[in-house]
């Protein structure tokens, strides 16, 4: 594992020596589709303390169900670390999620890692680079001090879509990289998933002028325990146990920081349609059931 990992990563300098940190993204509703409340984010963080490595949460809009009032208390009390996130999409879900920052992140300046402003909007095309960075400088205005960056497809680092914001002056860059929607085979999975981190890091080392003037992590990755197969991924509690272990514990072990997508199953979720056309099903992505169950291994 490490001398594929050392060729994949020969031409990306990273500066971390230690193992990197592991986090999940985490949803803001219950199974049945209603919002969660404190408590329900404190049991969140209390099995994954029990059952995996992390200590830190990605989330995906600050005002949302409430979230920023409900997981950042959570986080105080359970010795978790929030990464907030803003939904730029829209003026109204942009103005909601900057008014909830304002009045909950100053509050809990130890508890709120950094803060995102978008979710692959790039590469939905939302937005140009350059009209994201517009908004990422207004949230950086209204709260200061805090880690401002962004989350997108790593192809939207790779490509030249965010060069914009990479030059910029953002704090902090997650790259999502899913080997499972690219229809890997899990044994091509791994490898996959490396080379698009090694594109989209070494670009964005390349274009800021720097190794390390921009904190990288990896935003999404997993595999999916059921569903159907999507090109020559398959669904499975085996495979998904398999890059787990070789994809994301393989990526920390060399220093980088990756966020896996999910922490919980979220069974509310509607039918999504692939790429290809074939149904995505997007209800069995978690490490763990809506119980709080580990499916498998998820320590590194």
């Not at 949230?139 to 962004?150: R, S």
């Not at 999502?176 to 091509?188: L, R, T």
């Not at 070494?202 to 935003?219: L, P, T, Y």
């Amino acid at each position: 594992m490490r001398s594929s990992l050392a060729l994949i990563f020969a031409s990306v300098i990273s500066s971390a020596a230690a193992a990197g940190s592991l986090g999940f993204a985490l949803g803001d509703k219950r199974s049945d589709g209603s919002c969660k409340g404190q408590d329900d984010y404190e049991a969140d963080f209390k099995a994954l303390s029990a059952q995996t490595d992390a200590r830190i949460v990605r989330t995906y809009a600050a005002a949302e169900c409430n979230s920023s009032m409900n997981v950042l208390p959570a986080a105080k009390a359970t010795g978790f670390q929030v990464v907030l996130g803003v939904w730029p999409d829209s003026d109204e879900s942009f103005a909601l999620d900057k008014a909830a920052l304002i009045k909950y992140a100053p509050k809990y300046k130890d508890q709120v890692y950094a803060i995102t402003v978008g979710s692959e909007s790039m590469y939905r095309g939302t937005f140009t680079g350059t009209e994201l960075l517009s908004r990422i400088q207004e949230i950086k205005k209204a709260v200061p001090g805090f880690k401002i960056g962004t989350a997108d497809s790593w192809n939207k680092f790779q490509d030249g879509t965010a060069d914009a914001v990479i030059k910029g002056g953002v704090d902090i860059i997650l790259c999502n990289a899913f080997s499972y929607w690219q229809g890997q085979a899990i044994s091509n999975a791994t490898g996959s998933f490396f080379d698009d981190i090694k594109q989209a890091f070494g670009h964005i080392q390349a274009i800021s002028g720097s190794n390390d003037a921009i904190e990288m992590w990896v935003g999404e990755t997993g595999w999916t325990t059921a569903g159907n197969k999507y090109g020559d991924a398959v669904p499975s509690v085996s495979n998904a146990a398999t890059f787990f272990k070789q994809g994301v514990c393989g990526l920390i072990e060399w220093g980088f920081n990756v966020f896996f997508f999910e922490a919980f199953d979220e069974p509310w979720k509607p039918v999504a349609t692939g790429q290809d056309g074939t149904v995505a099903d997007e209800t069995h992505w978690g490490a763990m059931t809506v119980d709080r169950k580990a499916k498998y291994a998820i320590k590194c």
